[in-house]
């Protein structure tokens, strides 16, 4: 195998992406790469002898490009960064805030990467541990792990009525929030739904934890921030009546069913995302681009 061998993983919901996969495939072997496909869509983009397995087989190549959107890389982020696989992010979406090539600039700039230049942008994650109450009988319940990069989100259903979420800073009682929710974020999540629920900006570059409400019922509650060292709890409070039933959203784009009294427990990843980016790059530079005054520009 040669000494730089390269991931393709694609999103095939975004017209165009498997067409430039197929296209990368065949320019990286030209350039005397290896190259292979996410065995999940290698036959869909014809190239079904070159399937590789993430992340089980992640460590075959160098770093992974991934096709997409901002919800590509995030899923790419949480299936990868336990392995340490660098990632390239080409925004085949809207707005494209994580992710650092657009298709056109693809050809232009690979060659940096698969000759090993760029530099790495290292992202914080966090990790939830959820326990489920057993409704009779004693014990802890089923415990299951999840992984965000950018928030993990504590929410009603889609009926109109309050919920109530108690959090906690290394088992101190911080406050109980009452409204729509809560979001637990991660510095690289503060640009995401944290801000739309009025969170604060924060360089992704630390290891913070953001807990914001997501319209609180009060006039004085504020998002709060964490260190990078502290175990945050979440527990949904008992409330009368129906509907009780509540969620949990990683990256918005898994969701659970959280009974009340089931306990969430969120502290820093032991691991980092690891995006690639070309020499120079830089956050703020970004954040005035991508959200100008005003709000998001097409």
Known sequence: MPERAVGIMVNLDKPGAADTASKLFHYLIQAGADAFVDAEVAAAVGLPERALR???EADRVAFVVVLGGDGTLLRAARLLAPRGTPLLGVNFGRLGFLTELEPRELE???????????????????QAEVTVREA??????RTRSLLALNELTFHKTAYARLV??????????LATFSGDGLIVATPTGTTAYSLSAGGPIV??????????PICPHTLYSRPVVVGPEATVGVIFRESEGPFQECTMTVDGQEAYAIQPGTTITIRRAPFRARLLRRPGWSF??????KLPEGGLHD
Do not use: N
Request: aromatic letters at 8%; hydrophobic letters at 45%.
């Open 203 to 212: 360089d992704p570059s630390l290891s913070l934890l953001v807990l914001t």
């Open 108 to 126: 232009a700039e690979l060659p940096l990467f698969v000759a090993g230049g760029g530099q790495l942008d290292e992202r914080a994650m966090i």
């Open 284 to 289: 703020f530079e970004v954040l005035r681009r």
């Open 136 to 141: 009779a009988g004693g014990g802890t319940g």
């Open 54 to 56: 993430f992340p089980d």
């Open 164 to 173: 109530e979420v108690e959090a906690y800073v290394d088992t101190h009682h």
